[in-house]
T-cell receptor, first 114, second 112 residues
Framework: AQKVTQAQTEISVVEKEDVTLDCVYETRDTTYYLFWYKQPPSGELVFLIRRNSFDEQNEISGRYSWNFQKSTSSFNFTITASQVVDSAVYFCALSTNTGNQFYFGTGTSLTVIP | EAQVTQNPRYLITVTGKKLTVTCSQNMNHEYMSWYRQDPGLGLRQIYYSMNVEVTDKGDVPEGYKVSRKEKRNFPLILESPSPNQTSLYFC???????????FGPGTRLTVT
């Protein structure tokens, strides 16, 4: 069975602090894809990153970085020097080549306090 | 502009009154999907479609129907809505199942 766990329900940080959002996934498939989405207070869902299971390279995009570790089945997301505009709910998601479904975690609500 | 549109954006209805939420995409995507979002539960997939005339159940299909007669449209049908279907619904599309999905703006449904 496929599953995504985001154990952190809510996180609050003060502006300019770094914050890491955890994502742990479960799958027996060898080929799978991991995603992060952002849902700001306005409600839309914004795609942030996609990773396939064969590419364990970490990725950095501006203040955002992602750490993919197959050994621990984790795909964590770090925001460096957080800003108020980072306040949102962040979802981690998984899809696999067998099954065709998407599995989302329950989300982490991040509040950045000015 | 590439987009996924949903209509209506807000809907209040009564138990048992059939309704349809439309979803349309203009990106020629093969994969389309419906989700519901509930507090504390994240997004749960209701139905998905790999292509025209190919649909399958997600994790929470009970009480819903879909159809995919054209590539661009993927309506969600609630034949007899019940209060437990009160939720925020999102439609999404992607080129293939393994790619990132583009989401519509959401439809907030209240069933009384």
């Amino acid at each position: 069975a496929q599953k995504v766990t985001q154990a952190q329900t809510e996180i609050s940080v003060v502006e300019k602090e770094d914050v890491t959002l955890d994502c742990v996934y479960e799958t027996r498939d060898t080929t799978y894809y991991l995603f992060w989405y952002k849902q700001p207070p306005s409600g839309e869902l914004v795609f942030l990153i996609r990773r396939n299971s064969f590419d364990e390279q970490n990725e950095i995009s501006g203040r955002y970085s992602w750490n993919f570790q197959k050994s621990t089945s984790s795909f964590n997301f770090t925001i460096t020097a957080s800003q108020v505009v980072d306040s949102a709910v962040y979802f981690c998601a998984l899809s696999t080549n067998t099954g065709n479904q998407f599995y989302f975690g329950t989300g982490t609500s991040l509040t950045v306090i000015p | 502009e590439a987009q996924v549109t949903q209509n209506p954006r807000y809907l209040i209805t009564v138990t048992g009154k059939k309704l349809t939420v439309t979803c349309s995409q203009n990106m020629n995507h093969e994969y389309m999907s419906w989700y519901r979002q509930d507090p504390g539960l994240g997004l749960r997939q209701i139905y998905y479609s790999m292509n025209v005339e190919v649909t399958d159940k997600g994790d929470v299909p009970e009480g819903y129907k879909v159809s995919r007669k054209e590539k661009r449209n993927f309506p969600l049908i609630l034949e007899s809505p019940s209060p437990n279907q009160t939720s925020l619904y999102f439609c999404a599309s992607s080129p293939k199942q393994s790619y990132e999905q583009y989401f519509g703006p959401g439809t907030r449904l209240t069933v009384t």
